[in-house]
């Protein structure tokens, strides 16, 4: 299909190939809202990729958006942010300095979990130390 390797520089992320193979085996899949296909990076395009990545895992979740980054530790209830740009190794976090200007992508996270996230049977993550 013309796929030819490259490097790129846009983030992307595991949740990204699920639509990628759906579109290559000519799948709709018009109803994933927090991935995209990556197609067009394969075929040497540069798409602007818009949704937000998302992590969770060990009781931390987290958030890019753009070049920012947000944290959050729910078992020691403490957030960190980060600007990708200035900052890409994420060693200094300004959170503390300028909790505003997080405090859009901290309250998309908190509301993206409360609304996918697991709550049937008032299950509460495990962690184990």
Do not use: C, W
């Amino acid at each position: 299909r013309g796929v030819v390797p490259r490097r790129i520089d846009q983030r992307v992320t595991l949740m990204d190939v699920y639509p990628t193979v759906l579109e290559l085996f000519g799948v709709s899949h018009a109803d994933v809202a927090t991935s995209e296909s990556l197609v067009s990076l394969l075929l040497g395009q540069d798409p602007v990729l818009t949704r937000p990545i998302l992590g969770e895992g060990r009781l931390r979740r987290s958030l890019v958006h753009g070049d920012l980054n947000v944290i959050v530790d729910l078992r020691r209830k403490t957030a960190e942010a980060f600007d990708l740009a200035a900052d890409p190794l994420e060693l200094d976090s300004f959170y503390d300095r300028d909790p505003t200007r997080a405090a859009p992508l901290l309250s998309a996270l908190d509301r993206f979990f409360e609304q996918r996230g697991y709550h049937e049977g008032g299950y509460v993550p495990v962690y184990k130390p």
